[in-house]
């Protein structure tokens, strides 16, 4: 169970994230996929938006964006946005305090009205 601080989720130690690699958590039930590049730590949605398959942590790190292990898609670390197409990742705000990575995660909302 994360421990929560102003609707921020304690995810881990910074020490336990590795350069250019990703990791996944879940963060209120979200498959959240953290990454750190060049000391900073980013947190994207870790569900592919192709086949909605948990892979995004497994993806590698390119100028600034991670690459489906699957599809060779590039979502942006820092917003989620597909270069190629309108596709993205849900990006979430990290805080790092007193050495451990904070997330704040947020639902989808679904909008039924017609």
């Known amino acids: 169970m994360h421990e929560e601080f102003n609707g921020f989720e304690k995810v881990c130690k910074v020490s336990k994230l590795n ?7 879940k963060i209120k039930s979200i498959d ?3 990454f750190k ?6 947190a994207l ?3 592919c938006p192709h086949q ?3 892979i995004m942590h497994d993806g590698f790190i390119e100028d600034g964006f991670v690459i489906c292990p699957a599809h060779g898609w590039s979502f942006s670390l820092i917003d989620g946005k597909m270069n190629e197409i309108g596709c993205k990742l849900d990006s979430y705000e990290v805080k790092i305090i007193d050495e451990f990575v904070y997330v704040k995660v947020f639902g989808k ?3 039924w009205n017609f």
């Open 37 to 42: 590049v060049g000391g900073k730590v980013y």
């Open 109 to 111: 909302k679904f909008n």
């Open 19 to 25: 350069e250019n690699e990703g990791q996944h958590f």
């Open 32 to 34: 959240v996929a953290l």
């Open 52 to 54: 909605k398959a948990n």
């Open 45 to 47: 949605n870790n569900i």
